[in-house]
């Protein structure tokens, strides 16, 4: 890596996942995200709020954010794995902690999601197979955001991944953990939100 590729992928990375997609989708609907429900700016919240359609917008735009802030590092850098890492971690911050809307932000679970899509897209399919079988059994997405980041730095410690990206997933899961206490204690509590199927 050399300084100029290093500052370039941190702010371009960075920019990326602070584009406050949630936001915007909620604002075009006439709603506040940062105040409605739980006024997390994410893709869950914005189903919950506003509904279906508008969610998966926000969560397709959300993972476009973390393949683009990974994937461009990729095409012909000195580093592409560690670039691209470090390209997807800018996201996340930048998502996390966006500078358009005094920083605050989103999990990061789409953005990473996204990023995982260009530097490993085996550990993101099964990672999603997870995260799929623990939703339809458990109907918690907290729940299941949760085991899907834990499986990350073990799928790649079973696929034999360079070191940069196994300790880039082991912090990753380290984040969403972090990012989804208010959950875990709602989810001890009996009093997290669970989706359950309209008749």
């Known amino acids: 890596m050399n300084p100029f590729e290093v500052i370039a992928v941190t702010i371009v990375g960075y920019l990326l996942g602070a584009i406050p997609f949630a936001v915007i989708i909620a604002r075009r ?3 506040n995200i940062l105040k409605e429900g739980s006024g997390n700016p994410g893709a869950t919240n914005v189903t919950r709020t506003i509904g279906k359609r508008a969610g998966n917008l926000c969560f397709a735009l959300d993972f476009l954010k973390g393949v683009a802030a990974a994937g461009w590092p990729l095409l012909g850098a000195s580093d592409p794995t560690g670039l691209g890492v470090l390209g997807l971690i800018a996201a996340i911050i930048g998502h996390s902690y966006s500078v358009f809307i005094g920083f605050k932000g989103g999990k990061g679970v789409a953005v990473t999601m996204g990023g ?9 399919l099964i990672g999603l197979l997870v995260w799929v079988v623990i939703f339809y059994v458990s109907r918690y997405v907290s729940l299941a955001s949760i085991c899907f980041g834990i499986s990350l730095p073990v799928l790649a410690v079973g696929f034999e991944e360079k070191p940069v990206l196994i300790v880039f997933l082991f912090g990753i899961a380290v ?16 009093t997290e939100h669970r989706f359950t199927k309209k008749r």
């Open 175 to 190: 984040l969403i953990v972090y990012r989804h206490r208010a959950n875990i204690q709602r989810l001890f509590s009996g």
């Open 29 to 31: 609907h006439g709603v």
């Open 116 to 124: 995982l899509l260009a530097l490993s897209w085996y550990i993101l």
